[in-house]
């Protein structure tokens, strides 16, 4: 029977894709400092930052080059970290919960069979919660978000303590533009259970960013993260004895990515010095980890994307004797 962690299996290759990404960043960065040290080796002088750039006309320019650096930055920076970088003005809606795959035929006639007989079962038992949980992540994968949307509706009812079931809730809400019903649902599942679970207070936190709420998601992710450095001190001991005794320390959520969640809802909500507060204490904590520059030089770019357009603006409507500027 289909179960219902749908939702973050589908991620999974995003994970391995942003590991990748994250190697290959390495790989570059490691291969530019090797260039820089041969460079001054080969100098044997240290290097006049403040002197001119001297033209070279057999390569290209030094703005050119410059540019296309910054465009690959920011590309892969989205393409990598979407869900916690800064975004100014792009709409959150944009960022679909609920990963889309196109079926085989094979899968698709597997999930049509499975549903028919978990809806047989539903005719006979309507609450039945193993029938509903299945019919609903059946249908989430054949995309019949509303239909599902019914049945989780039903089982949260039948189960109210279930927070997978909330959390694929708020991603079918999501999908359906339901932004409201999915951060009622996302709460929920945070509620539900004692652990903070980073899929549901990311997906939180783009349902309130959808709703134009950035005020109360950044308030989400300041209580939840209030909550991890206190579960972070109080388990700390309990860890060490538990390390000493050879058991496996249980998987915590990275609080660079939780800083960063926060960061991207202070952008959305205006607040961008706030937001670069964070990323400058990401830095200053984690000066090994490279997501706090890149999420800081974003960010300013994003400021200077919409001075510029706002300059742009203002200069196209200044008229002079009597003729405006085009």
Known sequence: MPELRTGSENRSGKQVMDKQFLQKVEAVRRSALEKKKAEENKDYQAIDYDAPIESDKSTIG?????G?????????????FGDFLPYGSVSPSKESAVVKQKLSQEEEAKFKSELQGFEATLSKSPNDPTALEGA?????????YEKASTYLEKLVK???????????????????????????????ALSSSDNIDFEVLRGLTNALLAAKKPDQAVDVILSCRQKLN????TRLADLEAANDNGVQKPQDIDPIQVDLLLGKAYSDWGHISDAVSVYD????????D???YLAKVLIKLLGDYAISRSLSKSFSTIKIEGQELS
């Open 62 to 66: 030094f703005g050119t080059r410059v």
């Open 136 to 144: 609903a992540v059946s249908l989430v994968e054949l995309g019949e």
């Open 158 to 188: 039948v189960i109210p303590d279930k927070a997978e079931a909330y959390r694929l809730l708020g991603e079918v809400k999501f999908e359906l533009k339901d932004y409201e019903g999915s951060s009622s649902s996302y709460k929920s």
């Open 290 to 292: 490279f997501r706090g």
């Open 68 to 80: 296309i650096g910054v465009a690959v930055v920011v590309f892969g920076l989205v393409f990598a």
């Open 230 to 233: 206190e579960k972070s001190q």
């Open 281 to 288: 204490k990401l830095i200053n904590e984690h000066p090994e």
